[in-house]
C-alpha cells in the first residue's frame, strides 16, 4: 500500500484564491432505491442515514416511493434534485443484490452499489462510482433486504470517502494559511521522564533500572543533557509528563514511575528534579528557541495520597466508572479506582489554580497538557484554561487529552472545554488501522472528510502512538516498512505532529510497561528519516499551515494536495 502526498507551492504565478475548508460535514439529501423493490425498505434507510449522521453529516431523507416506475438513474438523480433540500449535497445510493454461488456450506451473495453524487453548489457537477461488497448467508432463503443489511457498513465506509472526495471544493471559505510556522505548532516530542535519561544519580532514591515497575533513575537534568539530541532530530517543543510529587511505588502490578499518580501537584518529585534544575533547564530552552509543554493532573490523586484523608470533601464520592459513555459517571467517577477530585469545590480549584502558580514560576512552560479531561467537567476546564492563559503574557496553550476516537465527540469536547489544541485519536485509529492491520485507503480519507467539524484541524495534535498505546514498531509487528509509511503521512499531514521519546531508535513493546520502555541514545535509520521528514514538514508552509484536498482514494493508496492561498492552487 502506497500513500502518495504532492506539495503545490508556489511555482503558480498571479493566482491567490482563498483555499476552502475540505471535506466539511453538512447536509446531505439522501435517496436509497433497492432494485427489485418497489420502496426501499425503512431500516435500510435507517441504517444508511445513521451511519451517515455518525460521520458527521445532517442527512434528509427523500422517501423511497418518488422513484417508483422510474428505472434509471438519470431519472431518478432527476427526481431527487427537485426533492432535495437548498444548499445540500445530492445523494443517490442505488443498490442491488443477488445470490452467486455456495461455497463450504455458506450462500456467497453480491451486493453491488451505485453512488451518484451532485455536490451543493454544483448542480452542473456528477459524480459516479460503483463496487461490490460480498456477502456470506448460512441460508439460500436469506432475504435481499436482510443480505444488503450486512453490507450496509462496509457501503456507508466508501459513501463517506466518496462525498469528502467529490465535494471538496464546496465548503466554507477559510482564511489564508500561515506561511511562518506558528511556535505552538512546531513538532513534538514527548518525553516520560523516568524513562529517558539520569542526569543526577544523586537523586536515585531506590531507583532499580532492572526492574520494569521501579523508577529507573530518569530526571529533569537527563532531559536537559540531551535537548541537543531532541533539536537535532526536528523537534520544537517538549512534552514531559507530570513531574510534581507522587506515588514511589508500583500499585496492583502497575509501576509509579509515569508520574500521573500525584501526592502534591504543587511541589516537584524529588527524584525528578529541584527548581535549581528547574531553572537551568528554562534557560537552555530559551538559548536553544525551544518551547516546553507540562502534564499537569487535574483530575486524581494518587490511590494513597495525604489529601483523600485530609481533605475528603475535595472528592467525589461515587464508585468506579463502569459505563465510560454515562456523562455523569465519566466525571464524577473513579478512573481506574483513582480518587476523583471535584472540581466544583472551591477549595479544589484553588489548590490547582495554586500548583499551575506554582509550575509557572518555576518553569514558564508554554503549553500545559490537561490529563484526562474527558473526566473533567466542562465548567471547571474553561476557567481553569484561562486562568493558565493568564499566567504568561505569551498566553500559554492548553492541550487537552480527551481520549476519543469519534470525531464529532471529540469536536465537541474540544469547544466545551475551551481547548486550544486536542490529541487527534480519530487519526491514529485511521493510520493503525490502514499501515498496521491493512485497512483500506478509505479510513484516513474518511478522518480528513470531516475536518471541517474542528474549530481547526491544524491544531490537532497527532501522532502514531505515545505511553498509553502500542509502540508503533509493536502495532506494525516490526514491519518497517509500513512505520515509515505511517511516520511519512503523520508528518505529512494536517496537525501538529508529536512523537514520542524512542521511536526514532527503533524502541518497541505492546503493553505497559513495555511500551515505557527505557531510552536508548543509539544510531538508527528511523533518527534520520525523522529528522528528514521533519524539516521538510517545517521548510514546506503548505505542509505545516496548509489546507488538504482530496484527489484520488482506492483500496490501497491515497492521493492529497496540501496547498495555500499563498502558492495559488485551490
Request: proline residues 5%; contains cysteine; hydrophobic residues 40%.
Amino acid at each position: 500500500m502506497v500513500l502518495r502526498t504532492f506539495l503545490l507551492m508556489s511555482f503558480v504565478a498571479c493566482s491567490h484564491s482563498t483555499p476552502v475548508r475540505p471535506g466539511s460535514a453538512g447536509i446531505v439529501s439522501l435517496a436509497l432505491v433497492v432494485d427489485g423493490l418497489e420502496k426501499a425498505p425503512e431500516k435500510l434507510t435507517r441504517s444508511l442515514q445513521g451511519g451517515l449522521a455518525n460521520l458527521g453529516y445532517q442527512v434528509s431523507v427523500v422517501p423511497s416511493h418518488h422513484f417508483a416506475g422510474h428505472g434509471s438513474s438519470a431519472a431518478r438523480r432527476r427526481i431527487l434534485s427537485q426533492r432535495a433540500l437548498a444548499k445540500s449535497h445530492h445523494l443517490l445510493v442505488e443498490l442491488a443484490a443477488e445470490a452467486t454461488s455456495q461455497m463450504g456450506g455458506a450462500y456467497r451473495w453480491e451486493v453491488t452499489a451505485g453512488l451518484s453524487l451532485v455536490p451543493m453548489g454544483d448542480q452542473k457537477s456528477l459524480a459516479e462510482t460503483s463496487f461490490h461488497v460480498p456477502v456470506f448467508r448460512q441460508h439460500e432463503t436469506d432475504g435481499v433486504v436482510d443480505v444488503i443489511g450486512s453490507a450496509l457498513p462496509a457501503i456507508v465506509e466508501r459513501v463517506h470517502p466518496f462525498i469528502a472526495l467529490h465535494r471538496s471544493g464546496s465548503g466554507p471559505e477559510q482564511p489564508a494559511a500561515e506561511t511562518q510556522i506558528a511556535p505552538s505548532r512546531q513538532p513534538i516530542y514527548l518525553v516520560m521522564v523516568d524513562r529517558f535519561a539520569n542526569g543526577n544519580t544523586a537523586n536515585d532514591g531506590d531507583a532499580d533500572p532492572t526492574e520494569a515497575l521501579a523508577f529507573n533513575g530518569g530526571d529533569l537534568q537527563g532531559v536537559l543533557d540531551h535537548l541537543g539530541w531532541i533539536q537535532d532530530l526536528g523537534m520544537g517543543q517538549v512534552w514531559l509528563t507530570p513531574l510534581a510529587k507522587g506515588r514511589k511505588t508500583p500499585f496492583m502490578g502497575h509501576g509509579a514511575f509515569h508520574g500521573y499518580w500525584t501526592e502534591d501537584l504543587r511541589e516537584w518529585e524529588t527524584r525528578f528534579g529541584d527548581d535549581q534544575v528547574g531553572v537551568a533547564f528554562r534557560k537552555e530552552l530559551d538559548r536553544r528557541g525551544m518551547r516546553l509543554i507540562l502534564d499537569l493532573v487535574v483530575n486524581h490523586v494518587d490511590y494513597d495520597a495525604p489529601l483523600v484523608e485530609q481533605q475528603p470533601h475535595w472528592f467525589h464520592q461515587a464508585g468506579n466508572v463502569v459505563d465510560f459513555r454515562d456523562p455523569v459517571q465519566r466525571v464524577t467517577g473513579r478512573v481506574h479506582g483513582l480518587p476523583d477530585l471535584d472540581q466544583d469545590v472551591p477549595e479544589v480549584f484553588a489548590y490547582l489554580s495554586s500548583a499551575a502558580r506554582s509550575w509557572h514560576d518555576r518553569l514558564q512552560p508554554e503549553g500545559y497538557r490537561l490529563d484526562a479531561i474527558q473526566h473533567v467537567a466542562a465548567n471547571f476546564t474553561k476557567p481553569y484554561g484561562d486562568l493558565l492563559r493568564s499566567l504568561d503574557t505569551s498566553e500559554p496553550v492548553v492541550l487537552g487529552e480527551i481520549f476519543e476516537g469519534d470525531v464529532k465527540s471529540l469536536s465537541e469536547g474540544i469547544v466545551a472545554h475551551g481547548l486550544d489544541q486536542a490529541f487527534d485519536f480519530p487519526f491514529y485509529y485511521a493510520l493503525k488501522s490502514v499501515f498496521c492491520d491493512g485497512a483500506p485507503f478509505g479510513r484516513i480519507a474518511a478522518v480528513f472528510g470531516v475536518d471541517g467539524m474542528y474549530p481547526d484541524a491544524n491544531q490537532l495534535v497527532t501522532f502514531v502512538d505515545n505511553h498509553d498505546l502500542p509502540r508503533i514498531q509493536s502495532a506494525c509487528a516490526g514491519d518497517a516498512g509500513a512505520v515509515d509509511r505511517a511516520l511519512t503521512t503523520l508528518f505529512s499531514s494536517r496537525g501538529i505532529p508529536a512523537i514520542t521519546y524512542g521511536t526514532e531508535v527503533g524502541l518497541a513493546g505492546a503493553e505497559e510497561p513495555a511500551n515505557r520502555g527505557v531510552m536508548r541514545f543509539v544510531r538508527h535509520p528511523l533518527r534520520n528519516r525523522i529528522a528528514k521528514l521533519a524539516q521538510l514538514r517545517m521548510s514546506r508552509p503548505a505542509l505545516h499551515s496548509g489546507a488538504t484536498r482530496i484527489l484520488e482514494i482506492g483500496d490501497e493508496h491515497l492521493v492529497v494536495v496540501r496547498h495555500l492561498a499563498e502558492d495559488g492552487v485551490a
